[in-house]
C-alpha cells in the first residue's frame, strides 16, 4: 500500500502538471476524490493551490460541510467558495453548443458551473483546474469489472 500510494502520488503530480510549478485550481466539492486532490495539493508549499467550492441548492445536501471542513485544514489555500443562490443552475446552458473536444462532456448537467469554477481560480492566477471526475473508475471495482476481466463471451450472440 505504502509503495503503491507513492507511486500513485508521483504519477498524479506528473499527470496533473504540479511538478513543474504554477498555480493550480482545485474543485473542493466536499466529495471523496475532489477532496483527495485538494490534500495532495496542499502539501505544495508555493505556490499555493487555489480551490473553488459552491455550496448546493439543496441544504440538505451535505458535500458542503465536508468541503467546508476540509478547507479548514488547508489553511495555506486560497478559497473561494459560491453561496447558495449564486451558483449557476444546473443544466443553465444545455442547449447551446460547447466546445470543441474529443468526446461528449460526460457531466453535462453542470458543464456551464464548472465553466464557471474554471472562471473563479483562473481569476486567482491559477492556469489548470482539477476535478475529482473519474476517481470512482480509478479506485473502485464498477460493476462491469468482472465482465470485463473475463474476457469475450463465448455463448455465440453477438454484443453488437
Do not use: K, Y
Request: charged letters at 20%; a negative charge.
Amino acid at each position: 500500500m505504502q509503495r503503491g500510494s507513492g507511486q500513485l502520488g508521483g504519477g498524479w503530480s506528473s499527470c496533473a502538471g504540479t511538478s513543474g510549478g504554477g498555480t493550480v485550481g482545485a474543485d473542493l466539492a466536499g466529495g471523496m476524490d475532489s477532496t483527495s486532490l485538494c490534500f495532495l495539493l496542499g502539501e505544495r508549499t508555493e505556490p499555493r493551490p487555489v480551490t473553488s467550492s459552491w455550496e448546493a441548492e439543496d441544504p440538505a445536501h451535505d458535500d458542503w460541510e465536508w468541503a467546508r471542513r476540509a478547507a479548514a485544514v488547508l489553511p495555506d489555500a486560497g478559497h473561494r467558495v459560491t453561496a447558495r443562490g449564486e451558483s449557476v443552475m444546473w443544466f443553465a446552458d444545455v442547449g447551446e453548443p460547447g466546445t470543441g473536444t474529443e468526446a461528449p462532456f460526460p457531466w453535462i448537467r453542470t458543464r456551464t458551473q464548472q465553466l464557471a469554477q474554471v472562471r473563479q481560480v483562473a481569476e486567482r492566477g491559477s492556469t489548470r483546474q482539477l476535478t475529482g471526475h473519474g476517481g470512482d473508475e480509478l479506485f473502485c471495482a464498477m460493476p462491469t469489472l468482472p465482465r470485463a476481466l473475463a474476457g469475450p463471451a463465448r455463448s455465440g450472440l453477438s454484443t453488437r
